[in-house]
């Protein structure tokens, strides 16, 4: 049976399986690696070193295994959509780049921070591992906004400027990132803490909230005009019924996350982390409402995710292994938080 662009069986299906495990894996990845980016983001509110202790040590089980998404995102469009790796990143390289060394500096002051000698060399390092964050966050934003106004390609190659990344909405995009890592920040400590730690947890998280929604329609409302086919998705009909739904749950959502916000929290249960799953549920939808756009572009305007694909017998393959791998990445992610659940203090750490 013939199916889209002229393309038949696994020739179709395969790009389509593919495309779907490398999106879940960089939400995965924005979503796990956004809350602990976020701990740093907020390390300039926390004035007590006890409080910033207690907010890292409630990420220092997960952080480093959340990274593994950005690898296996990375990874995957290499191997299995080569023509878009190869166009999209000497286009990002600047951004990517950044973001790359920030989070290796990130990641050495989280280390390094525990082992400071004194006062004075530990707040070093937690401001270290805040520019870090702030840094990953801002670039990870601007690579997205780069990436969804257009890439300009001749024939099979990037052809545009070495700054072509750097424009109003890229940094508009990485701005709304920052936020939205401060909010998922927030609402982790809202879940994972209690005391003064948590009422200033919950004081960031209605902050953060705000700028989040603020950035969400802002964002929301550039996007129909940057590529004809956003307008189509999203300006004219059947299309628009088709995404209207989007935007009523993103306010189902924002109602309810703020309801959630208001209950009496710090005492555990659901009504810490409600909040934070809240949260991740405006995300997934902001994401929805991404991919509704781009659909089924992979370089926008240039290539869809059938062009960029590598050839079936090699995705196939891929297939087989990474039907192996995520299932093992998910059991252990999902018993390492399991293992380190409940509050975190300075006391007695997790329990």
């Known amino acids: 049976m013939e199916l889209a662009n002229g393309l038949t069986g696994w020739a179709f299906w395969l790009p389509l399986i593919w495309a779907v495990l490398i999106a879940l894996a960089v939400f995965f990845y924005v979503c796990m690696d956004g809350f602990d980016l976020g701990i740093g983001i907020l390390f300039p509110f926390m004035r007590e070193k006890a409080e910033r202790d207690v907010a890292v040590n409630s990420v220092a089980p997960v952080w480093d295994g959340n990274e593994t998404w950005l690898v296996l995102g990375g990874g995957g469009l290499l191997a299995v959509f080569p023509l878009a790796y190869a166009v999209v990143l000497p286009a990002l390289y600047m951004p990517l780049i950044i973001m790359l060394l920030a989070l290796i500096f990130r990641g050495v002051a989280f280390e390094m921070r525990f082992r400071a000698e004194n006062d004075g060399q530990q707040r070093w390092w937690d401001r270290s591992f805040s520019w870090g964050s702030m840094?990953?966050?801002?670039?990870?934003?601007?690579?997205?906004?780069?990436?969804?106004?257009?890439?300009?390609?001749?024939?099979?190659?990037?052809?545009?400027?070495?700054?072509?990344?750097?424009?109003?909405?890229?940094?508009?995009?990485?701005?709304?990132?920052?936020?939205?890592?401060?909010?998922?920040?927030?609402?982790?400590?809202?879940?994972?803490?209690?005391?003064?730690?948590?009422?200033?947890?919950?004081?960031?998280?209605?902050?953060?909230?705000?700028?989040?929604?603020?950035?969400?329609?802002?964002?929301?409302?550039?996007?129909?005009?940057?590529?004809?086919?956003?307008?189509?998705?999203?300006?004219?009909?059947?299309?628009?019924?088709?995404?209207?739904?989007?935007?009523?749950?993103?306010?189902?959502?924002?109602?309810?996350?703020?309801?959630?916000?208001?209950?009496?929290?710090?005492?555990?249960?659901?009504?810490?982390?409600?909040?934070?799953?809240?949260?991740?549920?405006?995300?997934?939808?902001?994401?929805?409402?991404?991919?509704?756009?781009?659909?089924?572009?992979?370089?926008?305007?240039?290539?869809?995710?059938?062009?960029?694909?590598?050839?079936?017998?090699?995705?196939?393959?891929?297939?087989?292994?990474?039907?192996?791998?995520?299932?093992?990445?998910?059991?252990?992610?999902?018993?390492?938080?399991?293992?380190?659940r409940g509050k975190v203090t300075s006391e007695t750490g997790y329990h």
């Open 135 to 340: 840094v990953a966050a801002f670039t990870q934003g601007i690579a997205l906004g780069a990436f969804v106004q257009g890439i300009q390609v001749q024939g099979r190659a990037y052809a545009g400027g070495w700054w072509d990344w750097l424009t109003p909405f890229s940094i508009l995009t990485g701005l709304a990132l920052v936020i939205g890592y401060g909010l998922l920040g927030a609402c982790w400590l809202l879940w994972k803490t209690e005391g003064a730690l948590h009422r200033r947890a919950a004081g960031l998280a209605w902050t953060f909230a705000v700028g989040t929604v603020a950035a969400i329609v802002l964002v929301s409302a550039i996007m129909p005009f940057l590529q004809p086919a956003f307008a189509a998705r999203w300006l004219s009909f059947p299309n628009l019924l088709y995404a209207l739904p989007v935007p009523v749950l993103v306010a189902v959502f924002v109602w309810r996350f703020f309801h959630a916000l208001s209950q009496d929290t710090g005492r555990g249960g659901m009504a810490d982390v409600r909040p934070f799953l809240l949260a991740l549920g405006l995300f997934a939808l902001a994401y929805v409402g991404l991919g509704l756009s781009m659909w089924p572009m992979i370089v926008p305007p240039a290539f869809d995710i059938w062009q960029a694909a590598a050839p079936p017998a090699s995705q196939g393959f891929l297939l087989v292994g990474a039907a192996v791998l995520i299932p093992i990445i998910l059991a252990y992610t999902g018993y390492v938080y399991w293992l380190f």
